[in-house]
Nanobody
Framework: QVQLVESGGGSVQAGGSLRLSCAAS????????MGWFRQAPGKEREFVSA????????NYADSLKGRFTISRDNAKSTVYLQMNSLKPEDTALYYC?????????????????WGQGTQVTVSS
């Protein structure tokens, strides 16, 4: 089992920045990839970004490239999501997820473990 705990959410004005953190514990040696997803009220959960735990290869939703950056610190078993130039439409509950295997990085159903989420609210 892998446990994930997100932090760093909050309220910010449009144009501001936030950095989310996701600390993993448990059988982290089994993790192949970690990702961030978000879900706004009344909408489906959507892919934000993912990173390969060993190689560091990163992937992003096309609409977020250039504003969001994912990174990892293997020694701390922590993944980060730096979010810049935030917009009101970025308001959502942001989830961290981990998976044991490869495959489509953007498919939420392929992720094995999920955190509880951290709220990000961007006001105009």
């Amino acid at each position: 089992q892998v446990q994930l705990v997100e932090s760093g959410g909050g309220s910010v004005q449009a144009g501001g920045s936030l950095r989310l953190s996701c600390a993993a514990s448990g059988r982290t040696s089994s993790v192949y990839r970690m990702g961030w997803f978000r879900q706004a009220p009344g909408k489906e959960r959507e892919f934000v970004s993912a990173i390969s735990w060993s190689s560091g290869t990163t992937n992003y939703a096309d609409s977020l490239k250039g504003r969001f950056t994912i990174s990892r610190d293997n020694a701390k078993s922590t993944v980060y999501l730096q979010m810049n130039s935030l917009k009101p439409e970025d308001t959502a509950l942001y989830y961290c997820a981990a998976r044991r295997n490869g495959g489509s990085y953007s498919s939420a159903f392929l992720y094995d473990y999920w955190g509880q989420g951290t709220q990000v609210t961007v006001s105009s």
